[in-house]
């Protein structure tokens, strides 16, 4: 989880990760956003996040997004 | 009889194709005969008002109400100001300012809003002005006296002093930008256009004017799919689009995420990119997925109203290659000056600059502004002859066509948005506590790099930047120096700061 805040702070220091559960609808990540979170994960964790898992619903928290990692990795 | 007002392309399909849909939204749709009827509504009322020749703000969101309300302005004589509820309200206030509107149209959405900006004009319902009575006398005086050197619209764009700079068009360059543009895409009444380009900019041209001059349709993509690449391209299939004119970046997404290997979006026969360079490896994506479909490179300023120069790309890049933008549209003419004002020597890089009825009239109150960029052709001492310099450089390859090759300031292009880092730079020194502030451009990676010396802690900076910027203009990664380092002249040192920032990359 640690590497997972470490990777959207450095997208967006003014935010406290741990604390938002609507980061898509509230537009706190944007598109580009994604582009960037989806090819640091892979570098980081190794795990290739596929197209249809790209989702506000997977987005929206950290917590949802490291849940999906997981599930991702379990695979 | 020649066209001289963008009206024209309404009236003559909400005669032919009255209960045709022209535009759709998010559970809601417009056809051309309600567009006509709600803009002459709000023409008569804005008329009545005493209001011509003069800026009309027109603050909604995006959905088919928002192109009526567009309309109207124009029907009574008058320029539409698009403004955006995802603009931060201090940049809103900035450009209302500049402006000087007396109305400023809202729906119920974003009436809350407007109604914090100290605007000191009239805000009008957009409800309540579609449903005022039409005047057909009064509508037809008002026609009498325009012309089509007449504003339709001014849009506001990034200025490196750090206030918004508004560029106004004439009905004769959108006239000209929609025809060519019309003709080299094969727009006609079957293209199904889905529009990715906020309203606020002059990109949305593209897919507003031939919808209104052919009698097609324009779906407004709701903004959340894309962040949900998949989702996107079954939109675009569920409603059968075959034409899409996007920011290379919103494409660039749907590739880079590996999106085809699931859904393909079947129905599009044309593809048009612009905005900024397209990376090949993306463009390749898309060709592999879309063998049958034509893809377009396209390249130009506001200034010189929508786009200028296109290229259809049908052949393979190299990784190396850059996209050419190809060549003007019919009646524009490119040059391309060196530092002298003189013609670059063949294969050499030069200054795009745009002769043509396409240029825009100039930048809204600001003469001295625009006096310095929209110049007398240098090749020309007989006749006056205004020319645009853009500050974009390219170059003919051997193919004669024009590659692009970056900018001769600080200008970059960001996701499809025009920046100027100078524009951001100036954002955090506003702050008391910022001694000092200098932006770079990670090409790269397409990120806005910003470095700054002073007492704030980082979120602080986003924070306030936050409220002048809007979000395009945000920088991806902010970090605080203890002190910038300077050239000789005491200035900021980019290429110092770029090779701190490649260090710490590695």
Redesign the interface.
Known sequence: MDELLKILH?????VDFTAREAL??D?V????D???I?SEIYEVFGV?????E???EN?NSAKALYALIQRLEDE | MQQTNVLEYLEGTAARLPDRTAFVGEGEAMTFSQVRRAARAIGSALARRGLEREPVAVFMPKRPQAVAAFLGCVYAGCHYVPLDEEMPCRRVGLILESLGARVMICDGTTAPLARELDFPGEIASYEDLAAEPEEGSLLERVRDRQLDTDPVYVVFTSGSTGTPKGVAACHRSVIDYIENLSDVLGFGRRTRFANQAPLYFDACLKELYPTLKFGAVTYFVPRRLFMAPVRLVEYLNENRINTICWAASALGMISALGTFQRVKPWYLSTVAFGGEVFPVRQFRLWREALPRTDFFNLYGPTEATGMCCWYKADRDFGPDETIPIGRPFRNTDILLLDEGDRPAAPGQTGEICVRGASLALGYYRDFAGTDRVFVQNPLNDRYPERIYHTGDLARRNERGELVFAGRKDQQIKHMGHRVELGEIEAGAAALETVRAACCLYDERRGRIVLYYAGDAGPAEVVGALQKRLPDYMLPNLVKRLERLPQTASGKADRAALGRMYEQADK
């Open positions: 450095s997208l967006h220091p003014e898509v609808d537009r990540l944007k598109s580009f994604i582009v960037s989806v290739a996040v596929p197209a249809e790209i989702v506000p987005f």
